[in-house]
């Protein structure tokens, strides 16, 4: 199976930046893609950034550039790096991977706890 564990989340006054890292762990034979997600209570969850094994990355219109999502093959982490953030950012950030365990089919629903991000003065 694939297990992923979100960290960084937390509280920050608008303006500030946060770090989100997501580890993928198990017995994974393939890791295709990864992705951010958010959602906030009464909303669909919502596409934040993706990035595919290759590293071709894809945001959101809202992200604006502020934020930008990386990747590292060694220990298949993944990281959102949120600058400039605001208060409309507040929401449970959630990590997504696309991926194939060994002995099993690949899916794209491989979902972590998620991690809150709270933007507040």
């Known amino acids: 199976q694939v297990q992923l564990v979100e960290s960084g989340g937390g509280l920050v006054q608008p303006g500030g930046s946060l770090r989100l890292t997501c580890a993928a762990t198990?017995?994974?034979?393939?890791?295709?893609?990864m992705a951010w997600y958010r959602q906030v209570p009464g909303k669909q969850r919502e596409l934040v950034a993706s990035?595919?094994?290759?590293?071709?990355?894809n945001y959101a219109d809202f992200v604006k550039a502020r934020f930008t999502i990386s990747k590292y093959n060694f220990g298949n982490k993944l990281n959102l790096q949120m600058n400039d953030l605001q208060p409309e950012d507040t929401a449970v950030y959630y990590c997504?991977?696309?991926?194939?365990?060994?002995?099993?089919?690949?899916?794209?629903?491989?979902w972590g706890q998620g991690t809150q991000v709270t933007v507040s003065s």
């Open positions: 997504n991977a696309d991926a194939a365990p060994v002995g099993g089919t690949r899916g794209s629903d491989y």
């Open positions: 198990g017995r994974i034979r393939s890791l295709y893609s």
């Open positions: 990035i595919t094994s290759a590293g071709v990355s």
